[in-house]
């Protein structure tokens, strides 16, 4: 189902069409592949500091109505929380030398009368968001699109001027966001929008069938929803870290080890020899069997 139209946007802009559907060829080294404009460039986000800023709005009023007549498949406002999910996955990252991901994504609430493209004469009128498409008849695109990602770009440098998200909420698919209960795991919104985040920030579809820019999903799926070696390493490659920035201590890389049931590792703490052990509990019992008798 992955798809992808790309055209010219008068002169100063190229705007790219991504949706579920399209698998392009790896390049050599690696399976993850970068979008592009039209003029070949390499799509990404500017930075404006250390990292890269991302500013994004969530459509009103979303799926609120939705959830609350299927309270099975999820409640209302949990879309935005799994929107903010799927976008924070991203930003999460460590990358390989142990530090953070350049990159941040800072949400900005709703945003009624949500408009997708770009508008090259009113550079303060665009916004970057998340639109629930709704209705009969309103969703513009293919109708076995499940979403649809248009970024628009530079075509000189690649710079992102703006990025929308389409999700195909007309009826034709059904929505989830629960998990606990299995048999009511519909088109997970997380799981997909995960993958469309990849697609806003940056990257196409990856030929690593593992990984969450694959050209794959189903109802039901939950496996886009965390992120594979292979998209760690696109996302680090388009927003490598601040040199700057702290390595993550091996304390707290062990401490999340732990919590996955994995052996933790001596390493990140501080140890005492057996004997010297030993002698210290011997001579606390001892302060404490004194204190306890001496009157």
Known sequence: MFQIWI??????VVPVWIGIGFCLVSTPGHAFNRAKNSAGKELFWPRTSTVAVVKLHIQQPGLGDYFAANPKLGSPESEVAAIQAAFFAWTAVTCSDARPVGLSVVFQGRLANAKVGYDSTC????????????????????????????????????????ADIEINATGKFAFSTQ????????????????????????????????????????????????????????????????????????????????????????????????????????????????STYSS
């Open 123 to 162: 550079t303060g009128c665009n916004q970057s968001v998340v639109v629930f498409v709704r209705g009969r008849g309103a969703w513009r695109h293919n109708e076995q699109v499940l979403s649809k990602t248009t970024v628009t770009s530079n075509p000189t440098t690649g710079a992102i001027l703006d």
């Open 7 to 12: 055209r010219s946007l008068l002169r100063f």
């Open 179 to 290: 998990v606990r209960v299995q048999e009511n795991i519909r088109w997970d919104l997380q799981n997909i929008m995960t993958h469309e985040a990849g697609k806003f920030l940056g990257l196409a579809e990856s030929s690593d069938p593992k990984s969450t820019m694959a050209a794959k999903t189903s109802s039901g799926d939950l496996s886009l929803r965390s992120l594979e070696t292979d998209d760690i390493n696109g996302i680090c490659t388009i927003y490598p870290p601040d040199p700057n920035a702290a390595k993550i201590p091996t304390y707290q890389q062990t401490k999340a080890t732990r919590d996955l049931g994995c052996s933790s590792v001596t390493e990140a703490i501080p140890s005492l020899s057996l004997g010297f052990f030993l002698l210290l509990l011997f001579w606390g019992y001892s302060l404490r069997f004194r």
